[in-house]
């Protein structure tokens, strides 16, 4: 659940990359491809675990979501009793006052606003069978249930609101980050750009891309799994995304298995909890690889490689396993 100790690291993180945007620019006039591409690659580092932690957010409200309708769902039979047992007190009421119950003691109760001050007054009425009053006790315990249950949604719904409210905020502060970012890749390229022109060399590119070739040959689940992740390739990243047409991570591997029939979180830290940990000379194709901290998640194809969406500046692709800072395997 997002608290403060989540939102002050996310504004650490903010502040953090603010502050590597100003370096940048003003440390020296002309910063190389390289020191930016170093910043960049922190960034990034940086921004993996913000979405990670926006995954696990909004993976917690949907559950949330999804218990709100359960308890709705729930609720329709016990309003359904706690009307019918109203009904029998009624009609209790109405048979003991038609059979010589005292007036006013039968107007206080029928009259009463709350289910509180009802049954008060049933107490003085000394004509209710031990049968009638079971029905009542039973009326009782159901309006009982219904305002716990009706307390416990509305408190749900409170909470849901202001999860949204501040996840929301993480997102624009996401975006933000990343744009500066995306900034900081253009300086970069226009840096390279124009000492290549001036050394007439080629240009070295922050993302470069190759063809990877035919999809490894993967039999069984761990086979569909592969395969649709090599058919996400070239496709945007897009963090919080879980295809058809763009993906972030976490979302890629949840999906590629979800074509194997296996069910796995929207969040890389939750796969980790799921997948049976693996030593790296047990890796085989459909494996999962997890990177710096459980911010990052790609899926073994063998050969030393994994498919991964990297980040926001640049799509789904092939890279060799050690393209980050490993944390461990899994086997889903």
């Known amino acids: 659940m997002f608290n403060r100790r989540t939102a002050l690291r996310s504004f650490l993180i903010g502040v953090a990359v603010a502050a590597m945007v100003a370096p940048a620019c003003a440390a020296h006039a002309d ?9 960049i690659d922190k960034g990034n580092a940086e921004l993996e675990h913000i979405v990670e932690d926006y995954n696990k957010i909004n ?51 029928l009259g009463a606003t709350s289910s509180d001050g009802f049954f008060d007054r049933v107490g003085t009425l000394q004509q209710i069978s031990r049968n009638q009053q ?14 716990a249950e009706k307390q416990r949604l509305n408190e749900t719904l409170a ?16 975006e933000g980050n990343i744009a500066k970012l995306d900034e900081m890749q253009r300086k970069a390229d226009a840096a390279a750009a124009a000492a290549a022109a001036k050394a007439k060399t080629p240009v070295k590119t922050a993302n470069p891309t190759t063809n990877p070739g035919p999809p490894p040959a993967v039999s069984g689940a761990a086979g569909k799994a592969v395969s649709y992740a090599w058919a996400q390739l070239g496709k945007k990243y ?27 979180p929207h969040n890389a830290a939750q ?17 999962l690889v ?29 890279a060799p396993i050690d393209i980050d800072s490993l944390y461990g395997y899994g086997r889903v």
């Not at 910063?31 to 910043?39: F, K, M, R």
Request: charge should be positive; glycine fraction near 8%; include cysteine.
């Open 271 to 287: 796969q980790w909890g799921k997948v049976k940990h693996i030593s790296r000379a047990q890796l085989a194709p459909g494996d």
């Open 134 to 147: 079971a029905d009542l006790a039973r009326y009782a315990s159901a309006k009982a249930g219904v305002d």
């Open 31 to 39: 910063p190389t491809h390289d020191e930016l591409q170093a910043q």
């Open 59 to 109: 993976g917690d409200l949907e559950a949330t979501q999804a218990t709100i309708k359960q308890r709705e769902t729930d609720l329709q039979p016990l309003e359904a009793s706690m009307d019918a047992a109203r009904a029998t007190a009624d009609q209790i009421a109405v048979n003991a006052y038609k059979s010589g119950g005292n007036l006013s003691s039968w107007s206080l109760m």
């Open 159 to 174: 909470a849901q609101s202001r999860q949204k409210a501040d996840l929301e905020a993480r997102r624009k502060q996401i």
């Open 238 to 264: 897009v963090f919080g995304a879980a295809g058809p047409n763009t993906f972030d991570c976490s979302g890629l591997t949840m999906m590629a298995w979800k074509a194997a029939g296996v069910t796995l």
């Open 290 to 318: 997890f990177y710096n901290g459980l911010g990052h998640v790609g899926i073994y194809i063998g050969n030393n490689q994994i498919i991964h969406a990297p980040n926001s500046r640049t799509v789904v692709k092939v």
